[in-house]
Nanobody, 126 residues
Framework: VQLVESGGGLVQPGGSLRLSCTTSGFTFDDNFVIGWFRQAPGKEREGVSC????????IYVDSVKGRFTMSSDNAKKTVYLQMDSLKPEDTGVYYC???????????????????WGQGTQVTVSA
């Protein structure tokens, strides 16, 4: 299983970025949960959003609701995180991760990823 993130960078507050996570090594048509996590300097890693492949439902952490949108392109086996109205507190390394052992979850905390990408840096600063 491989997860490759891209799309990070430096952006001013209020700006936008779109992260991509291209996957391989597992069947994208199967049921699984895939998500985005982030880790800011000196802080623990936190779940940002996830999609349950079984029904396409998405979950977001409260701090990004209304600003971030997660989507997937099944043909490209890729998931995206559109980040708008970015704030300095969104700064961190963003990781894509997949849990192949569950079909659906009701909270990001239930996700136990078995595979992680290498991460992409997002810096929000003036």
């Amino acid at each position: 299983v491989q997860l490759v993130e891209s799309g990070g960078g430096l952006v001013q507050p209020g700006g936008s970025l779109r992260l991509s996570c291209t996957t391989s090594g597992f069947t994208f048509d199967d049921n699984f949960v895939i998500g985005w996590f982030r880790q800011a300097p000196g802080k623990e890693r936190e779940g940002v959003s996830c999609i349950s492949r079984s029904d396409g439902s998405t979950i977001y952490v409260d701090s990004v609701k209304g600003r971030f949108t997660m989507s997937s392109d099944n043909a490209k086996k890729t998931v995206y995180l559109q980040m708008d109205s970015l704030k300095p507190e969104d700064t961190g390394v963003y990781y894509c991760a997949v849990d192949l052992d569950v079909r659906w979850i009701r909270a990001i905390a239930q996700m136990l990823p078995g595979y992680w990408g290498q991460g992409t840096q997002v810096t929000v600063s003036a």
